[in-house]
């Protein structure tokens, strides 16, 4: 036991463990092995990830989660084949990834809508990449909308929605070519707080529902705890697998359990693991000094 | 009003308000000009001879400096000639806005009084020509090269230095060799506005092309989207808004290169509507065309404007403006 009471985050219920044990038993969709990923930059030769190594089976919900600049946005960049690795194995399915592909789909951060199509046309528009014909994209596209539960927008402009619906149109739009696999990338940071946690309830419906398996990347501690079967924490300089958390927290989950034992001991670490000690600040921070002058009268005091 | 929309301009702001602004505009030098010719103590350095009295070289209607009038005068009191009169006038150069208003309306309603001195509708129609041939050439090569440019690093990077370096030449330099290759009449014309407007055209919009939102290529590419059809399902129908908008400030541009254009080889059009009239002193005649050119140039781009707002209903950036 801890100061606080709290148990270890190590310790799962035989339900928990139980599912882990299901999870294991399936297939492998994703294979990481040793990856690495050196770059050229102004400052000389940068080395952004470092022999990472991991696995999603089906129907897994991964997330990544690091301190800022531990390459956790390179690492989905890679998989989506956005971006191309120096060195190890990206394996999906088995088969190597080469280039962006629709058995991979993608949820940005920023909106990534195309502006000039309408809800509808933003959904059909994989399917008619990869060739299908366009009655048949069209009836595939409205059975997403409903899914995310965007029918009655389907014809209006990427414009004319709230943040929270474009990432459901995002997301639909990335499903509906039936990805192996989601990669989201903190699709929900731009989001407002209530929006976000309506849209994190909405993605495990989604999943629960969908043959999908989701990597999901965030620096929200409480979300990735919330959503995800495992937590892979990254560290910085270079970006390396820190630890991979299994999720002591049962399903299915609620926003209730952000105060159980479980849901607390696993963010300790988390905290332990991605605050461990004040980094130094960078130096353009450093050199910036407010210097406060009292522009107020000096009895007009709001404290 | 709040702060924000007197800097940045209201979106939807009052209507009314900035339709008046906007004839307000217009009236305000106007205004500035129907004062200099009708208030008669404002400027008027000259004189119009009513009646030339005893001096000798004064003709009815012609204009003199008011001092050599003063002095005429004086001399004629001395003598005790008849005195001239007149009465204060503005230089030929600058006709009042009632006559060249008269001048406007003639122009196109009553027909040229003689068959040499060319009338202002069929100048016009022949530059308007002039420009749409010039500038159709100028876009068929200069828009596809300028999205290649912004598209391709490639092809961005072997084009763009040189075309960086042409448009530093200038276009009217070219007249001669234009003369020499393509002849005396319209060719050269058509090849200046051409040479004025393509490499800005492609510079402008290859730049315009380089601001398409990333994010939006690497969405389509993760959704199956590849080589030509990047290039035709999203780069072209992202930047179209912005392209528009391009075109529109290219097609004002060549239009600034009309008047040196057609001054060309043979000259015609409205420019040789313009240097006849100013050669027979018909100032007014020379004010009207130049405000006809203004009006079409400044109509089409209202037109076209609008045109925008119908056809990209999702650029919000259309109707700012």
Not at chain 1, 227 to 238: E, G, Q, S, T, Y
Not at chain 2, 11 to 19: L, P, T, W
Not at chain 2, 98 to 111: E, K, L, S
């Amino acid at each position: 036991m801890n100061p606080n009471n709290l148990p270890s985050y190590l310790d799962q219920s035989e339900a928990v463990k139980a599912r882990f044990d299901r999870i294991n038993q399936r297939e492998t969709i994703l294979e990481v092995r040793d990856l690495g990923k050196r770059y050229r930059s102004l400052q000389g030769e940068v080395e952004a990830l470092r022999g990472i190594d991991f696995s999603v089976r089906r129907r897994e919900f991964v997330c990544v989660i690091g301190p800022s600049g531990c390459g956790k946005s390179t690492l989905i960049r890679i998989l989506a084949g956005l971006e191309s690795h120096t060195s190890g194995d990206v394996l999906l399915d088995g088969k190597p990834v080469t280039g962006p592909g629709q058995d991979r789909g993608m949820v940005f951060q920023g909106y990534s809508l195309f502006p000039w199509l309408t809800v509808k046309k933003n959904v059909m528009f994989g399917p008619q990449m990869n060739g299908r014909a366009k009655d048949e994209a069209e009836r595939d596209a409205l059975l997403w909308l409903d899914l995310v539960g965007l029918t009655q927008f389907a014809d209006a402009y990427p414009h004319q929605l709230s943040g929270g619906m474009r990432q459901r149109v995002a997301i639909a739009r990335a499903l509906v070519n039936q990805p192996r696999i989601l990669l989201m990338d903190e699709p929900f940071g731009a989001l407002d707080a209530q929006t976000r946690s309506k849209m994190q309830s909405h993605l495990i419906d989604i999943w629960k529902n969908i043959d999908v398996t989701v990597l999901f990347i965030t620096h929200d501690l409480d979300e990735a705890i919330y959503l995800a079967d495992r937590i892979l924490v990254l560290k910085a300089h270079p970006g390396e697998v820190q630890e991979v958390i299994e999720v002591p927290v049962p399903r299915p989950r609620s926003p209730g359990q952000f105060n159980t034992p479980e849901f607390r001991a696993t963010k300790a670490r988390l905290e332990e693991l991605i605050h461990p000690e004040r980094e130094p600040e960078p130096e353009d921070e450093q050199a910036v000094k407010p210097h406060l002058i009292r522009f107020t009268d000096v009895h007009d005091n709001v404290e | 009003m709040s702060t924000t929309s007197k800097w940045l301009g209201s979106v939807d702001g009052d209507a009314r308000k900035r339709m008046l602004l906007g004839i307000g505009s217009f009236l305000l030098p106007l205004l500035v000009w129907c004062l200099v010719s009708y208030v008669p103590f404002v400027w008027h350095p000259k004189v119009h001879v009513i009646d030339p009295g005893g001096v000798d070289y004064f003709q009815v209607d012609m204009l003199v400096d008011k001092t050599m009038f003063a002095d005429e005068v004086a001399n004629m009191e001395r003598e005790h000639l008849a005195v001239p009169t007149g009465k204060s006038a503005n230089p030929i150069y600058l006709p009042a806005p009632d006559q060249v208003a008269r001048a406007f309306y003639n122009g196109f309603v009553n027909p040229p009084q003689s068959k040499d001195v060319p009338s202002m509708p069929a100048s016009l129609w022949h530059s308007i020509q002039i420009i749409f041939w010039g500038f159709l050439i100028s876009s068929i090569v200069g828009v596809p090269l300028g999205i290649l440019s912004g598209t391709y690093t490639l092809m961005g990077r072997l084009s763009e230095p040189f075309i960086e370096f042409f448009r530093y030449l200038p276009a009217p330099a070219f007249g001669a060799l234009a003369v020499a290759i393509l002849g005396i009449y319209d060719g050269p014309k058509i090849a200046i506005i051409v040479i004025g407007t393509l490499f800005q055209q492609v510079l402008i919009i290859a730049n315009t092309t380089r601001k398409l939102e990333v994010t939006l290529i690497e969405a389509a590419r993760t959704l199956g989207t590849r080589n030509i059809k990047l290039l035709s399902k999203v780069v072209v129908p992202g930047i179209l808004p912005d392209l528009y908008r391009d075109q529109r400030i290219l097609l004002g541009w060549a239009w600034t290169y009309l008047i040196v254009a057609e001054l060309i080889g043979t000259s015609s059009g409205i420019t040789w509507f313009i240097t006849q009239q100013a050669r027979y002193q018909h100032f007014d005649n020379v004010y009207a065309a130049i405000m006809t050119i203004g009006i079409i140039g400044f109509g089409t781009d209202l037109i076209l404007a609008r045109l925008g707002r119908r056809l990209f209903p999702w650029d919000r950036t259309q109707d700012r403006r």
